[in-house]
Nanobody
C-alpha cells in the first residue's frame, strides 16, 4: 500500500513560484514506480502535468508547463517535488500526486490519469492576476 500526501500549495500572484511536495509512505522505498503530478481546475478534467520514473527514467511535461515546471525526486526521503515558476492564473487548480508500480517499464511514464492507481488528496494552488 502506498500513501501519498501533498503539501506546499498556496495563493501567489502571477509570476510567482511554489514548490509542491509529495511524501510517499510505503513499507518499501518507491523503486520502479511511475510518479506524476496532475492538476484539476474547477469545471475541468484532471490533466497530467509532469511524470517521471523512479529511479531515473524519462521526464515528461505537459506543453503548457514546459520550461516553467520541474519535477524531481529525493529518493532518500521518498518524496516527489514539483517546482513551479512563472506561475499564471491558468495554473490555478488542485494539484495531485500519483503513483503506479511499473517494474517492467522502459523508463517512460505517461501523464494519463487512467495509468495511475495511487493518489493523494491534493493541495490547492491559486494564482491571482
Amino acid at each position: 500500500l502506498v500513501q501519498l500526501v501533498e503539501s506546499g500549495g498556496n495563493s501567489v500572484p502571477a509570476g510567482g513560484s511554489l514548490r509542491l511536495s509529495c511524501a510517499a509512505s510505503s513499507r518499501f522505498p518507491l523503486h520502479k514506480y511511475c510518479m506524476a503530478w496532475f492538476r484539476q481546475a474547477p469545471g475541468k478534467e484532471r490533466e497530467g502535468v509532469a511524470s517521471k520514473y523512479t529511479p531515473g527514467g524519462n521526464i515528461n511535461y505537459a506543453d503548457s508547463v514546459k520550461g516553467r515546471f520541474t519535477i524531481s525526486q529525493d529518493t532518500a526521503k521518498n518524496t516527489l517535488y514539483l517546482q513551479m515558476d512563472s506561475l499564471n492564473p491558468e495554473d490555478t487548480g488542485l494539484y495531485y500526486c500519483a503513483a503506479a508500480y511499473r517494474p517492467d517499464s522502459d523508463g517512460y511514464c505517461s501523464t494519463s490519469r487512467s495509468d495511475y492507481g495511487y493518489w493523494g488528496q491534493g493541495t490547492q494552488v491559486t494564482v491571482s492576476s
